[in-house]
């Protein structure tokens, strides 16, 4: 941590030395970043306005998903767009909340990223007043398809990934990114309207006593999820001989961060309610950005049978099994799964 003694270190000064460090921020991604935080902010100012800003409740539309989309989800979405396509950074923008691929406006220069977003996860928790948050993928463009980029230009396995990051819109605001150098987080420090470090090379531990689950599925789970959480119930007297604990926000993002924080198991596995479209959550821009962070940080993430990092997608709003957290847990649910 930072102590507030300390002089802090706004998230510019950390991406320039981050540059200077391992050469890999690209003044272009750098901006970019910048830019994406900068909008996130915007995001955490209507999310905390609540309903003194008019924004609560269903914007009477459907998204690509078929999922009713909040007022908010669509004002997330524009403030991401808005912010993101004069910039110059980007040859092309791809949102959950958007059926197809956005290429960048004419009249703006183009550049050699693609961004992928959820502009606001766990938007059923809009109007309960429970965190919810972004999420955030970035993707080098095939260098000859700046100009004129496509959908298939997105269909880049995770491994491919140049950052990833989310904010959660909580109690405080926080921005947890990588670029492939480790995982660190910054705290939106609201009275000067920036990010500041506030925790780096974050380590997730590999071993928990602690799931995240939607419980009420448990019906439709494949044998090796109900194995597994059968076994943590069991606690202490059972085959894993301690005690577990549950916990399941249903926002991702606050569930994931909890794992960054301390440790834990995420799963959204592949059950009988789902397996028709693949799974209950999007590869491109929910799975793959959380599972980089949590490699980043010493954790897994797999769909019970295969790396998530490795997957080659084969559409823009792909849907997958997603079971994340710490190592030991996330390779003991693999195996039950390996195990058939
Ligand atoms: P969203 O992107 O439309 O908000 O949906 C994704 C969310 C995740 O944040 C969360 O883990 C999951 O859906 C909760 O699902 P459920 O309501 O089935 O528990
Ligand atoms: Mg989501």
Redesign the pocket.
Known sequence: MTPSTQKPIFLTQFLIEEQRAIGEVKPDLRLLLEIVARACKRISIAVGKGALGGVLGDAGSDNV?G?AQKKLDVLSNDILMEANEWGGHLAALAS?EMDEPVMIPSQYPKGGYLLLF?P?????NIDVNISVGTIFSVLSCPPDHTLTPCEDDFLQPGVKQVAAGYTVYGPSTVLVLTIGNGVHQFTLDRELGSFVLTQSHIRIPEDTREFAI?AS?SRYWEAPVKRYIDECTAGKDGPRGKDFNMR?V????A?VHRIITRGGVFM?PMDEKSREKGG???LMY?ANPMSFIIEQAGGAATTGRERILDIQPSKLHQRVPVILGSKNEVERVTAYHKEG
């Open positions: 998903q999922e959950e959820d606001l996860d766990g938007s059923s939607n599925n399941w249903a926002s991702m993002v569930d959204y209950k959550l999007r929910e």
